[in-house]
């Protein structure tokens, strides 16, 4: 499949890259995993250069994030029987627009409250990371890494 | 304008209700006014019963719902001159579906933390929140309230 032409230029922010796994590309946005073993945390990185709000998106480009919200979202519920799914486009530390997707557990270190900060990250053992991304594959309809 | 039959049975969260000021309702959502001067914060809660995740509205209606986010944080931002709009629907503690639509600043009380549970609600003065909500009704289409 060939690049979109919106896609030119494109580059994955090296902290968004240092604190993740990569899952694969859906046809607008990059699908990362958090390396944090405390939540099931998806990042969802649109394609697009230079985007840091939701708003800088066009119109067709925003219902697609919306779909690509929701196919991650009941994907990661599928997967974790999780309690409740966050849905969140921040971007106050890293500029570069991406929507966070987290599968939430009553008992998990930080609820009920947001999952930003309230606990050091915890990286996964390796074959518990590899086990999540597969069963995300299995799942999500992935394009070849662009 | 007819009430959408799928709103039927809708009743804003009695806690919502208490913490918000309403500004109205666009097609989808109710729009309201965190009673919190440390940040201008909308909710947009979708007028459809039950609902307590975006992947539980239909497609028809997640779209809609991004339009209206992104026409909330529009006018939010032009009215505001905030560095930042964040985004999130959380619903750890209150499980009806709403989105957090937020101004944020470089220097705001939280930044660049988010917003919730970072200080305690500061009520605005009537004249403040009766100004803002004026400035969104002029950006805003509105339909009467249902």
Redesign the interface.
């Known amino acids: 499949m060939a690049a979109n032409p919106k896609s030119a230029g494109w580059r994955l922010d090296p902290q968004i890259e240092r604190d993740t796994v990569p899952v694969g590309d859906l046809p607008l946005c990059r699908v990362l995993l958090m390396n944090d073993a405390n939540y099931p945390w998806l990042l969802l990185v649109p394609r697009r250069p230079d985007a840091?709000?939701?708003?800088e998106l066009d119109?067709v480009e925003?219902?697609q994030?919306?779909?690509e919200?929701?196919e991650t979202?009941?994907s990661l519920?599928a997967i974790t029987t999780c309690d409740?799914?966050?849905?969140?486009?921040?971007?106050?530390?890293v500029a570069q627009l991406h929507v966070h997707v987290i599968a939430?557990f009553r008992g998990d270190v930080a609820?009920?409250?947001?999952a930003?900060?309230a606990a050091p990250p915890c990286a996964y053992p390796p074959d518990a990371a590899a086990k999540l991304i597969t069963a995300l594959r299995q799942r999500l309809v992935l394009a070849a890494a662009t």
Chains 1, 2 share one sequence.
Not at 52 to 55: G, N
Not at 84 to 93: E, Y
Not at 111 to 114: G, H, L
Request: glycine share 6%; charged share 20%; aromatic share 6%.
């Open positions: 840091s709000e939701i708003a119109s925003r219902a994030l919306m779909a919200i929701a979202a009941q519920k409740k799914i966050n849905v969140a486009s921040l971007g106050n530390v939430r609820w009920p409250k947001p930003w900060g």
